[in-house]
């Protein structure tokens, strides 16, 4: 059978696909799936360094593409994870050097042998946003919860639903006690305005930064808090019914009370 | 008034000198490239100068709600490059600047249906009629990317200090014209964290970037809510990034300004950065 492909997309650049790709793939694979990281962000890749498997990089999506190597000679091992691998992207070739139909074969190859394929797509709507979508099935939406990112998302909401691509929600960078003073949009206007289904929550956490920067991702240490958000995230991913309210930051739902209280 | 100073004035007395055309870019998208544009714009505005921004993001364009003129859009840069309206239709006047306009990207069309020779020509008729032409690049180095470049004659390059956004700036920089000498903003910096050695140091950025720095802008909550609002922070006397924006702007205008104050030792602790660039790819 089969793995499932999502491709993790938003419009709008620096929301955190990349985080966002790398975290819900290592926490799949800390539960045993399968998974394969496939940056298409070609010219412009970040996935390796966020990995921190930056040096490791000998072959690339386009060396693939073009024949010059094997899939599996192109595939980084994670070491630090029984079953997560990267395909990173090329550095120094522009997007148009790959195909829709290209990439699609890719996809569909490395889900013959992996139960998920995450693809890390780039930021804009141009021939890589094309491209990186044409070989999913389904698609993850990353936001944030302001105005300009939630206009570019809702313009690739649109372009997912004529691909005919399902997709769900998880909305990045949330301070609730923002959301609280009425500063920043709760997660519940922001799935209103783009009419999807939550997947996730992740809070504004500054530990972020320094953990991209040093190429670890957050879910390898277990006491970080959002290392159990993503692992939610994950199992959602997977098909398990597991609810928003235990965890989240009680910020969110107190401003949903009293958003029925006033309604 | 200040008048764009690069042009010399040259010998036809009745030809006013071209205003500046100045990019905005960083590859990597959310860095604050829009925030930097309505900002630096509104500022030199303030100053007295005719300024006009331009958003090159078609499709995704948001500099219209950064400044709060979402609702005044009429017409975009494609009708006025497909004739179907006039420069003086399309080009919003902002509500608080007499000065300062903004011409719209077309948001339900795509990047490919900019000429570029148009694109090129706009940018030029603009310089007639203002000081600055501030442009908007869109995320990425696509076909949007090489729009937004063409007409511009100076880079601003907008990083934070991560370790992704310092790469993509890299590479931004030389994909840019080789007679350019782009000028950096390092956009975001909390301080404090710099101190604990978990975020890069303006130092570290620029250690890779080598560029002339412009200004260095602190990460403070104020900007997503003034963003929200469509308020530009660049007007508030309070602020203290308001006021990292005028400088920004004096700096651009000519004015001799102290180098931006913010400066952190690095702790050692990213000695992997600088191998990073030096690798296959």
């Not at chain 1, 006690?177 to 996730?200: F, N, P, Q």
């Amino acid at each position: 059978m089969s793995g499932r492909r999502i491709v993790v997309t938003s419009g709008k650049g620096g929301v955190g696909k990349t985080t966002t790709t790398v975290n819900v793939g290592a926490a799949l694979a800390k539960r045993g799936h399968k998974v394969v990281l496939v940056d298409t962000d070609i010219g412009l890749r970040n996935l390796d360094l966020v990995l921190g498997l930056e040096k490791k990089i000998v072959f690339d999506l386009v060396e693939v593409i073009e024949g010059r190597c094997q899939l599996r000679q192109a595939l980084i091992r994670d070491k630090r994870f029984e079953s997560l691998a990267m395909l990173p992207a090329a550095q120094t070739r522009e997007k148009e050097a790959v195909t829709e139909d290209q990439m699609k074969a890719v996809i569909v190859e490395l889900a013959e042998s992996a139960d998920f394929v995450l693809i890390d797509c780039p930021a804009g709507i141009e021939h890589g946003f094309r491209s990186a979508i044409a070989g999913a099935a389904e698609a993850i939406v990353v936001t944030t919860p302001e105005v300009s990112a939630i206009r570019d998302a809702d313009r690739v909401v649109g372009k997912l639903q004529a691909a005919g691509l399902p997709f769900r929600l998880i909305v990045n960078r949330v301070r609730p006690e923002m959301v609280k003073t009425g500063d920043m949009m709760s997660v519940e206007d922001v799935c209103e305005i783009l009419s999807g289904e939550l997947l996730g929550i992740v809070p504004d956490d500054e530990e972020v930064i320094d953990t991209t920067n040093r190429g670890e991702p957050i879910v390898l240490d277990e006491t970080k808090r959002l290392a159990a958000i993503y692992d939610k995230i994950a199992r959602r991913l997977g098909g398990e019914l597991v609810p928003f309210t235990n965890l989240d930051e009680p910020g969110f739902f107190g401003r949903l009370k009293t958003l029925w209280k006033v309604g | 008034m200040i008048r764009a100073i690069d042009e010399p004035s040259g010998a036809a007395e009745n030809v006013p000198p071209l205003g500046r055309a100045i990019v905005i870019t960083s590859g990597k998208g959310g860095v604050g490239k829009t925030t930097t544009v309505a900002n630096v714009g509104t500022a030199l505005a303030a100053r007295g100068a005719r300024v006009v921004l331009v958003d090159a993001d078609v499709g995704l364009r948001n500099l219209d709600i950064v400044l709060g003129l979402e609702s005044r859009v009429k017409f975009h840069v494609l009708d006025v490059l497909e004739e179907k309206a006039s420069l003086d239709e399309a080009l919003v006047r902002d509500k608080r600047n007499e000065t300062l306009y903004l011409l719209a990207a077309a948001q339900t069309r795509e990047k490919e249906d900019v000429d570029t020779a148009q694109m090129k020509a706009l940018i030029e008729t603009l310089r007639a009629r203002f000081d600055y032409v501030l442009i908007d690049c869109p995320a990425g180095i696509e076909m949007g990317f090489k729009n937004a470049i063409v007409g511009a004659q100076h880079a601003i390059i907008v990083c934070t200090p991560e370790v992704s956004a310092v790469r993509d700036a890299d590479r931004v920089v030389g994909l840019l014209p080789n007679d350019w000498r782009p000028e950096l903003i390092v956009n975001r910096l909390r301080p404090q964290l710099v101190r604990k050695g978990k975020m890069l140091s303006v130092d570290d950025v620029n250690g890779i970037l080598r560029l002339p720095l412009l200004g260095v802008i602190a990460d403070e909550p104020n900007v997503i809510v003034a963003s929200n609002r469509g308020e530009p922070l660049a007007l508030d006397p309070t602020s203290e990034t308001g006021s990292a924006y005028r400088a920004i702007a004096a700096k651009i205008a000519g004015e001799d300004v102290a180098a931006p104050v913010v400066r952190e030792p690095s702790g050692g602790l990213f000695a992997k950065f600088g191998t990073l660039f030096g690798g296959r790819g």
